[in-house]
T-cell receptor, first 110, second 118 residues
């Protein structure tokens, strides 16, 4: 089955700096790549997603880049703010089933 | 509009008891998913319903776990003879049409049910 890994497992950045979280996957049939943000005790919320016919997508301070040949995609957050502190999950989708990574805890130091 | 809702929000039970968890998807969403999230862990796929098709049960960890969905509405996840390792947050998600559009559709999560087995 699909194997999804996230790197690093924890990340701490200074407010205002950029954060990059990478996700690698194994199933070449995957065609949908969402990123979810989960604050403590809350539900996962979709923050950005990308499909396999697109290489990059941007929404204000966040962007996702996809390299299908290398089977990895990354989440980029610029000008980080304390409210960006949360757990971020990447997912890969094929045939309606999503497989998630274990999550990365991002801490933004004020 | 209203999002995905789940009940109860918290459930404490004794080992060996059966529990039933409920999920109300977003109205009009044909696809419904159940996930398990253990403390500090990722989201573990359990089961997927798409309309009236046979569900994908490939993620259910044992025969103590089962789920039902009537049409394109409410779903219930049942855990029989609960064990302490079943303690987790159980999350439900729904999407507009699953994979019928030819690509995986965006999933929207409910708030989860926190299950504690004593």
């Amino acid at each position: 089955g699909e194997n999804v890994e996230q790197h690093p497992s924890t990340l701490s950045v200074q407010e205002g700096d950029s954060a990059v979280i990478k996700c690698t996957y194994s199933d070449s049939a995957s065609n949908y790549f969402p990123w979810y943000k989960q604050e403590l005790g809350k539900r996962p919320q979709l923050i950005i997603d990308i499909r396999s016919n697109v290489g990059e997508k941007k929404d204000q301070r966040i962007a996702v880049t996809l390299n299908k040949t290398a089977k990895h995609f990354s989440l980029h957050i610029t000008e980080t703010q304390p409210e960006d502190s949360a757990v971020y999950f990447c997912g890969t989708g094929a045939n309606s089933k999503l497989t998630f990574g274990k999550g990365i805890t991002l801490s933004v130091r004020p | 509009g209203a999002g995905v809702s789940q009940s109860p929000s918290n459930k404490v039970t004794e080992k060996g008891k059966d529990v039933e968890l409920r999920c109300d998807p977003i109205s009009g969403h044909t696809a419904l998913y159940w996930y398990r999230q253990r403390l500090g862990q990722g989201l573990e796929f359990l089961i997927y319903f798409q309309g009236n098709s046979a569900p994908d049960k490939s993620g259910l960890p044992s025969d103590r776990f089962s789920a039902e969905r009537t049409g394109e509405s409410v779903s219930t996840l049942t855990i029989q003879r609960t064990q302490q390792e079943d303690s987790a947050v159980y999350l439900c998600a729904s999407s507009l049409d699953g994979d019928r559009g030819g690509g995986t559709d965006t999933q929207y999560f409910g708030p989860g049910t926190r299950l504690t087995v004593l």
